[in-house]
Nanobody, 115 residues
C-alpha cells in the first residue's frame, strides 16, 4: 500500500510562486503516471497536471504555462512548481496516480492565493 504525503502549501500573494512536493512511501516507478489534483471550495476535485514514467507531461488549460510538474523517481517524489499564482488557484492540492486510486488519497496541502 502506497501512502502519498503532500507538502509545500501556504498563503501567497497573487503573482507569487510555490513549490509543492508529494512524497510516496513506496516506489512510484510502478505507476505509469502521477498527477496533481486540486479541489477549490465548492467545486469538484480535478486533475490539473500529470507526468508519465517517461517524463511526458500534460496540463489543464487553466494552469498551462504557469505550473510545471516533475518527478524524481530516485526520491519517490513528485513536484508541482506553481508560478504567477492567481486567486482562482486557491484550493487543496493532492497528488495521486493517473488514473487515480481512491485508496491513495492523502490529506492534501492547502494553497491560498490572496493579497
Amino acid at each position: 500500500q502506497v501512502q502519498l504525503v503532500e507538502s509545500g502549501g501556504g498563503l501567497v500573494q497573487p503573482g507569487g510562486s510555490l513549490r509543492l512536493s508529494c512524497a510516496a512511501s513506496g516506489s512510484i516507478l510502478s505507476f505509469n503516471a502521477m498527477g496533481w489534483y486540486r479541489q477549490a471550495p465548492g467545486k469538484m476535485r480535478e486533475l490539473i497536471a500529470d507526468i508519465t514514467s517517461g517524463g511526458s507531461t500534460t496540463y489543464t488549460d487553466s494552469v498551462k504555462g504557469r505550473f510545471t510538474i516533475s518527478r524524481d523517481n530516485a526520491k519517490n517524489t513528485v513536484y508541482l512548481q506553481m508560478n504567477s499564482l492567481k486567486p482562482e488557484d486557491t484550493a487543496v492540492y493532492y497528488c495521486n496516480t493517473d488514473p487515480l486510486r481512491t485508496d491513495y488519497w492523502g490529506k492534501g496541502t492547502l494553497v491560498t492565493v490572496s493579497s
